[in-house]
């Protein structure tokens, strides 16, 4: 095993380890992430597909967080994730 795997795998348990409130990015936060970057560094139509791509990664991990988190901590910041979607997507609709 790489030290770099290794890592990864320390990371995917969290910190600290008894309570795990931080953890490395999972692929659909990772894809948000990345989203927002681009949607930061783009203006017109690449600007608003990444801003969709955005919401629609942190919706997947924020759900992933709100069914599966680890603890009842991971589990209200994937709800507050979800909340804060609709809210967003509320806004861009008018509503």
């Not at 795998?9 to 692929?27: C, E, H, M, S, Y």
């Not at 009842?72 to 997507?89: E, K, Q, S």
């Amino acid at each position: 095993m790489t030290a770099l795997s290794s890592t990864w795998k320390r990371g995917q348990r969290g910190w600290p380890r008894r309570f795990p409130l931080l953890q490395f990015p999972n692929a659909p936060l990772f894809a948000a992430l990345g989203a927002w970057l681009v949607a930061a560094l783009t203006s017109g139509d690449v600007h608003d597909y990444a801003r969709a791509a955005f919401y629609a990664g942190l919706a997947a991990w924020a759900w992933q967080e709100a069914e599966a988190g680890v603890n009842w901590f991971r589990r209200a910041v994937g709800a507050a994730g979800l909340v804060f979607v609709v809210v967003r997507i509320a806004e861009a609709l008018g509503t």
